[in-house]
């Protein structure tokens, strides 16, 4: 099932060796070739870079979920402790504020975590079921691929684009092209 | 690009015929057979964890008189099991989170199969607490829910409702954590599969991953971010478990040393848990070149350190006793040694402090054998231990007249040989169906610390440095 506002038509070159992979990133880069897409079966440390992506402000969201857990953890007792329903513990303070200590941090990492995974998974479009665009099935195996976008390339520029791939080590380089039927 | 890494130092994936292939085939494939043994495990496990079931429910039916609990000693097994199981529970977060943070490669060998003995630990801990209660059908009470009757909230100054916040963030931090590091290997085994039906299953378990350079980026940061955050979670849930007692006023129990002196004794049986579990798991599953001694000693390492971390808590707790000049504390200590229970205190200093020595040497740390055998001994030694402390300071308490003496009933065995079948059966599934290695972790660790990558390496500057080559030298076992 694909979608049909993204292309359709594309060249995927599959590299085995992630060091071939990772300079034939920067050369295609620096030939000026645009990459459509990178797929790797684990993360390749420096593709990030070699592919110009920007930090990810996932981190960020994190600590404001983490910050929010921990405002709601502290304000909620406090209102709990001192206003809705004081009790006097032992002739202990009504806002003992050591005590809010343990439950604030647990709170805090609570909202952190389910709040960055759950950002995580809508910003990576992963959910149960969701049917994925699979380029080649070897790329969550042993390949490493580059899919470039060969919707509006004529059959030179593939030709010329297949060569390049070939140069820089790819091992195989294919066409693929999705049709609205495709299975998972 | 990769980092340097000194070839003295042994490979963490064995075997020179390795390549990204490979490892996929030698990971997934015990998600793809079909064993008779597993059958007879599951159903054997399927059996206990219902008997469990029954226990439970036979608990819940006729009360909690059906437990050996009495007036004095109110609590026993029962909490004794949860600290136990909590306890186990440790390891999977510590190898998973904390080993990430120092940059250990040798955890991904065993962080998945650790995870996953986190939570299903943390589900039986939380069983006995849960049915202490008696009136189960209460229990969602424990939380802030508002109510009719007032309303009354619960009491934010007790360590057992910070207990209550944090086993619960533990367990759901815990299985985030472990479930996002499956998405990629469950599109691996996607990936892989011939049947249309296996094909949708696994896909709906890996929520469709494809494996972007963009989502590995924001995989880093979340697992980062997610360990970062476990590790001082994972130290606040033993320190607020050792609070139930620390804060009370129980001689025995109110002790200052407790935090830290439970988290080293939870790294201590987690640890023991995860080699009892993973030598079985590595002879059946043929993962030996993945699980290498190598990974086996460093867990050695860390069990002598906590268990030694231990045993000078237990001798600190006694000194700190004589020193006190409280009478009660006093004997409370001389009684634990000495008294009616000294052979439940024999098992845990011997299992505990004891038996890990052995560690000291390196052929018993490089022993798969002595290994298993140990790491029962150590399970045992650290159940003693909560029972001991539990039950010995509660036995003989302030009056000679209540004092009493605890036996349990077919109930208390029932529901923690149950626990344990509920454990062991979960385990199965997880080992069935799911893989078992991280394996996008390990082929990440392929080209540093393999023993292909190392006798490349070797090769190529055996070839700039007068022919002085290395290969085999990390081959001796």
Known sequence: MAETTLPNKFVVGLWDHEEVYLHAVEHIRHKGIEIYDSLTPFPVHGLEDALGLKETRLHTAGFMFGATGATLALSFMTWVMTTNYPINFGGKPYWPVPSFIPITFEMTVLFAAWGMTLTYLVRNKLWPGRVPRIYDKRTTDDRFALVFNAENLNEAQIAELKEVCRKEGAVEVKDRVFTPDEQL | ?477
Request: glycine letters at 8%; one cysteine or more.
């Open chain 2, 1 to 477: 690009m990769h980092a340097y890494e000194s070839e003295f130092r042994e490979p963490l994936i064995n075997g020179m015929d390795k390549n990204y292939t490979k490892i996929t085939d030698d990971l997934v494939a015990p998600t793809e057979r079909n064993s008779p043994t597993w059958w007879i495990a599951t159903l054997i496990t399927g059996a206990g964890t219902l008997y469990f079931v029954f226990c439970l429910f036979w608990t819940v039916w006729f009360g909690i008189g059906t437990w050996g609990l009495n007036k004095t000693i109110g609590w026993a097994w029962d909490i004794t099991n949860f600290v136990w199981w909590i306890g186990i529970g440790h390891a999977g977060t510590l190898i998973s989170a904390i080993l990430l943070l120092f940059r250990q490669r040798y955890r991904t060998g065993i962080n998945r199969a650790a995870e996953a003995m986190t939570i299903f630990a943390v589900i039986c801990a939380g069983m006995f607490p849960v049915f202490h209660m008696g009136r189960v059908w209460d229990a969602p009470f424990i939380f802030p829910l508002p109510n009719t009757r007032g309303p009354l909230w619960v009491n934010f100054n007790s360590p057992l409702l910070w207990d209550v916040f944090a086993i619960s963030t533990y367990f759901s931090v815990s299985v985030l954590f472990w479930y996002s590091g499956l998405m990629p290997d469950f599109a691996t085994i996607r990936d892989r599969s011939k049947g249309k039906l296996r094909r949708w299953i696994y896909n709906i378990l890996a929520f469709g991953w494809q494996g972007t350079a963009k989502q590995w980026q924001r995989f880093e940061s979340l697992a980062l971010v997610l360990a970062g955050l476990s590790t001082p979670l994972v130290l606040s849930v033993h320190t607020i478990v050792s609070f139930d007692f620390a804060t009370s006023v129980i001689p025995g129990w109110h002790t200052t040393i407790f935090p830290p002196y439970f988290v080293a004794g939870a790294i201590f049986s987690g640890f023991a848990m995860v080699e009892t579990l993973m030598l079985i798991t590595r002879k059946v599953f043929k993962l030996e070149d993945y699980i290498t001694i190598n990974h086996i000693e460093s867990m050695n390492k860390i069990i002598v350190l906590t268990g030694s971390i231990v045993g000078i808590a237990y001798i600190t707790e006694m000194i700190i006793a004589w020193y006190s000049g409280y009478l009660y504390e006093q004997f409370a200590f001389y009684n634990r040694a000495l008294g009616k229970y000294f052979w439940a205190y024999a098992w845990m200093m011997g299992c505990n402090v004891i038996s890990p020595q052995l560690y000291w040497f390196k052929s018993m740390r490089r022993n798969v054998y002595v290994t298993f055998i140990l790491s029962i001994f150590v399970n045992i030694g650290m159940w003693f231990e909560r029972f001991v402390i539990i039950v010995t300071s509660l036995a003989d308490d302030f009056l000679v007249s209540s004092w009493a003496y605890f036996s349990p009933t077919w109930v208390d065995w029932g529901i923690y040989v149950g626990s344990l079948s509920l454990f062991l059966f979960l385990f199965l599934l997880f080992a069935r169906f799911f893989p078992v290695i991280a394996i996008a972790e390990v082929k990440s660790i392929f080209r540093t610390s393999s023993e292909v990558a190392k006798a490349e390496r070797a090769k190529a500057e055996g070839a700039t440095h007068g022919g002085f080559i290395l290969r085999g030298a990390f081959n001796k076992d």
